[in-house]
């Protein structure tokens, strides 16, 4: 039986760009699915698809039991999609724009009140509340955005990139909104280009590049394909390079990436901080000078490094996305876990 989310050779294609490639996808009901991708990779074209709002070239595709090409008026009743059903009045005060939202879908003005005050605190919009939405920045109108989406909770949401744009701290309380929102039952398919995020909220991901589904599995398979944590070292003089790829080599459980410019090593590894203290050691005893040594989880590029033989690219955000950019240097900043 296929799950509340249902894909089946996804094609879309606009002239020359095969945006969609054949999609695949099953999401069980109750379930989260992260899609996972680079920009451009067709996240934002497989949720169009799947959301009415884009007929793709063929293929087939099932929402809340319906089938999408031939009824979507019955599925944009059952679905909730942040970013392009809520459009938000310029003109109204926040609340007012929540309130709304909360009658056209036949809520009491009291019930869409209560809901309006509730998602302004939740979204850290209280204080601006009553003033009209022209007057908020783009993180504010953003997050607007999304709590419109959650005025009321469809049986099936899609969000396309909710935290693209968001600091830190309304990141961190949008995704506590979500894993409620999911834990009362609802399925969610959530675009990111975010390998954390999708680790803190889904309960599979859908790797997709150039328009397919390359891989699909929880996080911690991905991140095991991926080859686990490595041990990242940078040395302090170019001629050490050799020596210090043979040091790795001896504890590596895959092959050594060296970067050249920046005198980077790179080992996929197990055995955690024990095995990263005997590195330490080993290169001390052949007298290698490090200036940098760490212990790393996998990052989304080295997952599509290890999926596709290529780096993620790295490109300008979307239009729409208020702020990416700063947003998405961020996130590809690759993390270290420093020795304690
Ligand atoms: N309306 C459109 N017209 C032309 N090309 C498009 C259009 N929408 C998307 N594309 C192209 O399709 C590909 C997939 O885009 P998109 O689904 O937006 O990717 P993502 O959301 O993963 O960044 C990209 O190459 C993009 O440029
Ligand atoms: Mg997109």
Redesign the pocket.
Known sequence: MPGAIYAEGLVKT??D?R?LDGVDLDVPEGTVLGLL??????????VRCLTTLLRPDSGRAVVAGIDVLDHPDQVRRSIGLSGQFAAVDEYLTGRENLQMVGQLYQMSAKAAKARAGELLDQFNLADAADRPAKTYSGGMRRRLDLAAALVVSPPVMFM?EPTTGLDPRNRQQLWEVIKQLVSGGTTLLL?TQYLEEADHLAHDIAV?DH?RVIARGTSDQLKARTGGERVEVVVHEREHMAAAAEVLAGFGKGDTTVEEHTRKLTVPVTGGAKLLAEVIRELDVRGIEIDDIGLRRPTLDDVFLSLTGHAAEVKDA?EDDEGGTSADTRGRKRKKESVK
């Open positions: 606009f002239g760009v945006a991708g680079p920009n451009g990779a067709g996240k934002t074209t497989t396309d675009t997709v328009g979307d």
